[in-house]
């Protein structure tokens, strides 16, 4: 008796799985936006906290953008880099200061 029958029986339900997934990548690449323009208010406000939050060390919740996606972080500050326009949060995480949309002090 030969049971090739069965791999044979399911082989159309990969080919499911694998549209499945592009159809979801594809929804997700549809839901992406575009990067929210600051205005030059919001970008200093946003500095202020910055400098708050990393001399006082409060934790803080960071709005920011990445590749189509507003994402949060809540984390301390432990470095701010001017020179290379970056921040340094726990947990090895760096954000530029451009991806930056909002921050909340907790």
Do not use: H
Request: hydrophobic share 40%.
């Amino acid at each position: 008796m030969n049971n090739d029958r069965g791999v044979i029986k399911w082989m159309p339900f990969n080919s499911i799985v694998e549209e499945q997934k592009l159809i979801e990548q594809l929804v997700k690449d549809k839901n992406k936006i575009t990067k929210p323009n600051l205005s030059q208010e919001q970008i200093q406000k946003n500095e202020e906290k910055l400098i708050e939050a990393f001399y006082e060390k409060i934790k803080v919740t960071i709005e920011y953008f990445q590749a189509g996606d507003l994402l949060k972080i809540t984390s301390k500050i432990l470095k701010i880099d001017t020179i290379s326009q970056k921040i340094y949060l726990e947990k090895q995480q760096i954000l530029f200061f451009k991806q930056i949309i909002k921050i909340i002090m907790l």
